[in-house]
């Protein structure tokens, strides 16, 4: 009877912490420490940084050059049921996962031509695009804008400024760049879980801080 009892007890704390766990995932907001150097200047390593993470849900639209938080592997919970998103949603609490959440910078918005003059950068694309426009074209689709990624300072002088890649970015997709790392990629919009507010280490609002690796120029919408 003991022994059952202590089971009991086991399997009621083992649903209390589930729940409150789900209960803590699901609020609109949560502190998350920056581990990495991909965004450095404008996020150092141990920053404490207040995450919103209701907006993405919410329908309100991006901007270029705000900085966003994602999962690169978050919708793989779609196909799921309720009870399974939120053990996924425990699991990437406690890091049991192996899934790391990024911080990036926005630098195209659907309908742009991202032109990217970075030559040791790494373009990264997701399996179903396949839409790099030609270096050498010189025509844009209808109603696009043309966003210039290059090298800013010392790497610009140190590397030949040609264009290395042109990337038309499809409805549902952002173009992402770190401030500090030679990753850039498209990713889908609906991976994005949270925007970041301000750090606790300065409190300072989280700004370009106008010493990034990269310069971000924008160039007429084509008619």
């Given amino acids: 009877m003991k022994a059952l009892l202590a089971i009991l007890g086991m399997l009621t704390l083992n ?6 766990f789900s209960i803590l995932w699901s609020l609109p907001c949560e502190v998350r420490q920056i581990s ?14 207040f995450v919103e993470k209701f907006s993405p849900y919410l329908n309100r639209a991006f901007k270029r050059g705000e900085i966003v938080l994602f999962y690169p592997d978050f919708l793989n919970a779609k196909e799921k049921n309720s009870w399974q998103k939120m053990q996924l949603a425990i699991a990437r609490i406690k890091g049991e996962t192996g899934e790391v959440a990024h911080f990036r910078r926005i630098a195209g918005l659907p ?22 426009i030609g270096s050498n074209q010189t025509d844009l689709p209808k109603g696009s804008l043309l966003v210039k990624i290059s090298y800013r300072g010392q790497e610009a002088q140190s590397l030949e400024q040609k264009c290395v890649g ?10 992402l760049i770190g401030d500090n790392t030679d990753y850039l990629g498209i990713l889908e919009e609906a991976k994005i879980f949270g925007r970041p507010q301000f750090r606790f280490s300065d409190l300072n609002t989280i700004e370009p801080q106008g010493n990034n690796k990269f310069v971000i120029s924008k160039e007429e919408r084509s008619q």
């Fill in 15 to 20: 649903f209390i912490a589930t729940f409150i």
């Fill in 111 to 132: 309908g742009d031509v991202v032109e990217v003059y970075c030559p040791s950068s790494k373009i990264i694309l997701p399996p179903n695009i396949e839409n790099q």
């Fill in 166 to 175: 042109r990337y038309a970015i499809p409805k549902g997709y952002l173009f």
């Fill in 36 to 49: 990495s150097l991909a965004m450095l200047p404008t996020l150092k390593p141990n920053d404490l940084v």
